[in-house]
Nanobody
């Protein structure tokens, strides 16, 4: 019904930048997006929240894990149902699979709220 697809991962040197993008789409009408954001999971570690962009009245509230504050920026385009993660000053410890999520409500005869996840995109920071 709803798919979430990430793009933009890759290999980058320490200090470099990458921009991840994610789009939510589907065969149903997406009525409202409550939040979109990014988690990551490094080998041998638990999945952690990286950044979120949540709807707050007519505005968007952003939240970041402490380790990426000042380096990463999350932004949403509600009309395009996309979220981006601009990652600057990348460090080897940022190496992980990055997963996008979308917390949304769709209409398929009735209103349904659910969270959908992408397949993940690999980000590797290495010299």
């Amino acid at each position: 019904q709803v798919q979430v697809v990430e793009s933009g991962g890759g290999l980058v040197h320490p200090g470099g930048s990458l921009r991840l993008s994610c789009v939510a789409s589907g065969s149903v009408r997406i009525f409202s997006i409550h939040a979109m954001g990014w988690y990551r999971q490094a080998p041998g570690k638990q999945r952690e929240l990286v950044a979120t962009a949540s709807s707050l009245d007519s505005d968007t509230a952003t939240n970041y894990v402490d380790s990426v504050k000042g380096r990463f920026t999350v932004s949403r385009d509600n009309g395009a149902k996309t979220v981006h993660l601009q990652m600057n000053s990348l460090k080897p410890e940022d190496t992980a699979v990055y997963y996008c999520y979308a917390d949304l409500t769709f209409y398929d005869g009735s209103y349904v709220r659910a969270t959908y996840w992408g397949q993940g995109t690999q980000v590797t920071v290495s010299s």
